[in-house]
């Protein structure tokens, strides 16, 4: 285990000097953590002309696409178009030279950039709930410590759904757009096109188990006080089940490419 931390340490910091040196890619990742306050103006404008929606008003919106630009950038996962690259062009056979697991490497790469988030965004959201009544986060020790779990739990769950869909390319040219669908749908049941509360019934009690859910919505309502702490387990336990799926059909899949990807290469 020792060694294991010290190289994920290691790659962290080579990922983490690679966020620095790419400043333009970092400058465009910026500017993408906009799009959860152009959903937030969408909703505003909807509450000034109907009034507050489902129990939600102007400050409930602001604050919880205030929390989405973190959460998304914290739990987000987009790692499939790198496995899918490195099986289409070969450069997967390097990574396989080496004595650790790709799927390290991904990850490592990964939290690179999320702790360059994390040193970003939290003080700036930080900053705002301080000087702007508007936003408003009731969080108490234990609902910080749920909101930590719920967040790490949606980034390895993306993750390896993300890594599941990737290492679709032993199989398929299509590999990032048959992706780029399930996130379409992810989009509507993960909480970011709207908050699940103002779906109706039925769409919320769905949502409540697929595995989409857990990786945003799920750590913006407890962070919000929208949610018991005992829903919020049981979300967390939602998203630990089909982590554990997806973790077994990654490794299936990952096993059956890589004998085939072999079986080419030779």
Do not use: C
Request: aromatic share 14%.
């Amino acid at each position: 285990m020792p060694d294991i931390l010290r190289t994920y340490r290691a790659l962290v910091r080579a990922s983490w000097a690679t966020v620095l040196e790419y400043r333009a890619q970092v400058v465009l990742w910026i500017v993408s953590w906009l799009f959860p306050l152009i959903m937030m103006a969408v909703w505003l404008a909807v509450v000034d002309e109907a009034g507050p929606a489902a129990g939600w008003d102007k400050s409930d919106f602001v604050s919880y696409y205030v929390a989405a630009a973190l959460v998304m950038h914290l739990t987000g996962a987009w790692i499939v178009y790198e496995w899918d690259e490195d099986i289409r062009t070969g450069s997967l056979s390097v990574k396989l030279l080496k004595p650790l697991d790709p799927f390290h490497h991904h990850m490592a790469n990964e939290l690179g950039w999320k702790l360059f988030a994390l040193v970003l965004l939290v003080p700036l959201i930080t900053v705002a709930t301080w000087l702007l009544p508007v936003l408003h986060y009731p969080v108490t020790p234990g609902r910080l410590l749920a909101v930590i779990l719920s967040i790490l739990l949606g980034m390895v769950l993306n993750f390896i759904m993300s890594s599941t869909f990737g290492v679709l390319a032993f199989w398929t040219t299509q590999a990032h757009t048959l992706f780029g669908a399930w996130s379409g749908i992810g989009q509507f049941l993960s909480g970011w096109i709207a908050p699940l509360a103002l779906f109706p019934a039925g769409f919320r009690q769905l949502a409540d188990l697929l595995p989409f859910y857990p990786t945003l919505g799920l750590p913006i309502e407890i962070l919000m006080g929208r949610v018991t702490l005992a829903d919020a387990a049981f979300g967390m336990g939602v998203g630990a089940a089909w982590t554990v799926f997806f973790l077994v059909v990654y490794r299936a899949l990952w096993r059956a490419g890589l004998r085939r990807y072999e079986a080419v290469g030779a």
